[in-house]
């Protein structure tokens, strides 16, 4: 490739690097993070609320929500890189399934899927249970079809004059499909119903 040294240096680690499993290098990163951090998170991810942790730790409600916020930002670049290798199709997004498909580990999975949600470069759709890339979502788009919704919607309409209605603000997003806009009512408390 006629590179020269600085530019060899850097493909030789590149493609050292690449052949590596890229879970094994987000296990990794998590294994050098000390076992309180390590618990802080887990007892998160299991649900406790930052006053139990804190308890448990003997740790204030704060401290344990900044060791949260480091641990997940210091894991960011990791947790992005897997993404890139999962993530076919990047205008589509990625679901929660398609990613625990990815890891043998579930505990590693919980793990991995929590800092995802905490991650500023992705947006988790939680009525579809994916994740988007944050460049894929357009300014106030989820405010925007609130507010459609609730115009469209009313006392009741016919679900396909809906999407007819809401078609300008979902048609050029290939992130947001007819399946998710029902799961999105569904979570919006709006009922379905015939056929």
Not at 155 to 180: A, K, R
Request: net charge negative; hydrophobic share 40%; charged share 25%.
């Amino acid at each position: 490739l006629n590179l020269n040294g600085l530019d060899h240096y850097r493909m030789v680690k590149a493609l050292l690097h690449m052949q590596a499993p890229f879970i094994d290098t987000f296990l990794n990163a998590w294994n050098e993070l000390t076992p309180s951090y390590q618990n802080i998170i887990w007892s998160r991810v299991q649900g406790k609320t930052l006053e139990t942790i804190g308890n448990e730790e003997g740790k204030t409600r704060e401290r344990v929500r900044q060791i949260i916020a480091k641990t997940a930002a210091d894991m960011e670049k990791h947790i992005c890189t897997l993404m890139d290798t999962f993530v076919m199709d990047v205008s589509a997004g990625i679901s929660e399934a398609e990613i625990s498909e990815q890891f043998t580990d579930t505990k590693l999975c919980e793990i991995f899927l929590y800092l995802l949600k905490q991650n500023k470069h992705y947006t988790y759709l939680s009525f579809a249970q994916r994740f988007i890339a944050k460049n894929q979502v357009p300014n106030h788009f989820f405010q925007d079809l609130f507010e459609r919704v609730k115009q469209c919607i009313k006392e009741g309409i016919n679900y396909y004059d809906l999407l007819v209605e809401l078609d300008d603000i979902f048609e050029h997003q290939s992130f947001f499909t007819t399946s998710d806009l029902r799961s999105y009512l569904h979570a919006c408390g709006y009922l379905l119903y015939g056929e």
